[in-house]
């Protein structure tokens, strides 16, 4: 399985971002997909999952302000970041749960205050 993310940038504190996450491969093995975010010098840590069944679990940190979702039909999953704050700055990751655990490159959000 192949995982390519995009959609990272820079925004002022309070924007919007879209992020993206397209699978490819054998994708017929992944039952769980999601997002994980490291700060500098701070651990990976989960920011969303969803599921193959659509059930989602969010971080704390993001709940009510991030939605991610899931197109089975184009083998992608998305993670909608609203009102951003700077502590929302990282490199962001998209990961899939199947046969193995699977990672995909790494995308900037940096949220200026």
């Known amino acids: 399985v192949q995982l390519q993310a995009c959609g990272g940038g820079l925004v002022q504190a309070g924007g919007s971002l879209r992020l993206s996450c397209e699978a490819s491969?054998?994708?017929?093995?992944?039952?769980?997909m999601g997002w994980y975010r490291q700060a500098p010098g701070k651990q990976r840590e989960l920011v969303a999952t969803?599921?193959?069944?659509?059930?989602?679990a969010y971080a704390d940190s993001v709940k009510g302000r991030f939605t991610i979702s899931r197109d089975s039909a184009k083998n992608t999953v998305s993670l909608l970041m609203n009102s951003l704050k700077p502590e929302d700055t990282a490199v962001y990751y998209c990961?899939?749960?199947?046969?193995?655990?699977?990672w995909g490159q790494g995308t900037q959000v940096t949220v200026s205050s």
């Open positions: 990961k899939a749960n199947g046969d193995f655990r699977y």
């Open positions: 491969g054998s994708i017929f093995s992944i039952n769980v």
């Open positions: 969803i599921t193959s069944g659509g059930s989602t």
